[in-house]
């Protein structure tokens, strides 16, 4: 995970897990007015910018065309003005400026990433992306809030988009609407408590990333494996174990397996919580990092399933999309 600006440490797994809120520490810098406004904005994304939204635009705007378009109440300095754009997801935008080619405007997309960088205080993740004939941008750089912990789902965006008229480029920035994912890093240091289970669950990672669902996978002590189950386009393939004697020893059971998948998987995996369910105590899934922002990642769970008062069920699950 070298891509990582700042160093994130692993505390206690059960002292962190819990839902992260997207709150972004305002800057200490009393003169940086970018930060402060940028800050402002980034804040204002978990409720869809609805306290910085302002009155709609009249006929098309020329910049962001394909969606409702409004006024933004804040001013980003360096842009030429900010937008809301009403998306399937709205998104507060900001047009800083059009410029006759890549070469005029590339110093600038590096200053700009560097700002928002600078206006979060270093705890960020970049991901630089080049366009093809499918993606409306030339260039991206995605960006993500680092915690000590883990980070946020990449919910800022600086684009690099092409005129169709005369080739020049525009430079924008967007942030995504709504409260981002959390994943969770996973430590180097961690011991393992099982080194039979560690061991077999390792050795099936490498047929499952690679492989559609074809059944079972392989053993995996102390799981049976108990075949596949469709929804939709999911697949999940499934391995339980039973036989807890109370709560407390299901706890137990679920979090000496969870150590183990976190080393048999490395730092090449990130993890994250799912929504609440009634019937199910805890449940964490895993996913590579370089599989974040994919439409259908395959994902890896492990699952303490409350089946009635006294009946528990650990289900390691493998995921296919």
């Known amino acids: 995970m070298s891509k990582f600006i700042t160093i994130i440490l692993f505390s206690t797994f059960w002292c962190t897990l819990h839902a992260q809120e997207f709150v972004v520490t305002t800057p200490k810098q009393k003169r940086n007015d970018f930060a402060k406004s940028f800050v402002f904005v980034l804040n204002s994304s978990s409720n869809y910018f609805k306290n910085i939204q302002d009155k709609p635009i009249k006929g098309l705007d020329s910049i962001f065309t394909d969606a409702p378009v409004f006024y933004n109440k804040v001013k980003l300095k360096g842009s030429v003005y900010g937008r809301i754009v009403h998306d399937s997801i709205p998104y507060a935008a900001y047009y800083f400026g059009t410029y006759p080619n890549l070469e005029a405007v590339e110093a600038t997309y590096i200053n700009l990433s560097n700002l928002i960088a600078e206006s979060l205080g270093g705890k960020v993740l970049f991901k630089s992306i080049d366009g093809n ?189």
């Not at 004939?133 to 092409?162: D, H, R, S």
């Not at 099982?194 to 490498?206: D, E, N, T």
């Open 133 to 321: 004939k499918n993606t409306p941008w030339l260039k991206q750089t995605k960006i993500a809030y680092t915690q000590n912990t883990g980070f946020f789902m990449f919910n800022i965006f600086v684009e690099l988009q092409q005129n169709e008229i005369d080739s020049s480029i525009n430079l924008l920035l967007k942030i995504k609407g709504g409260s981002p994912q959390f994943f969770y890093k996973i430590a180097r240091n961690e011991p393992i408590k099982s080194f039979m289970f560690a061991s077999a669950f390792k050795s099936q990672l490498p047929a499952f990333q690679k492989r559609k669902p074809q059944g079972c996978l392989g053993d995996i002590p102390t799981f049976v494996c108990r075949g596949t189950r469709k929804q939709g386009d999911t697949t999940v393939v499934i391995y339980d174990k039973y036989g807890f004697t109370d709560l407390p020893d299901a706890k137990k059971e679920f979090e000496a397996t969870l150590s183990n998948m976190r080393v048999s998987l490395t730092d090449d995996y990130v993890y994250f919580l799912p929504p609440f369910e009634s019937n199910k105590l805890r449940e964490v899934y895993f996913l590579k990092f370089d599989d974040i922002d994919t439409a259908k990642p395959k994902m890896i769970k492990l699952t303490l399933v409350q089946k009635s008062k006294e009946d528990y069920i650990l289900e390691l699950g493998f995921v296919y999309r």
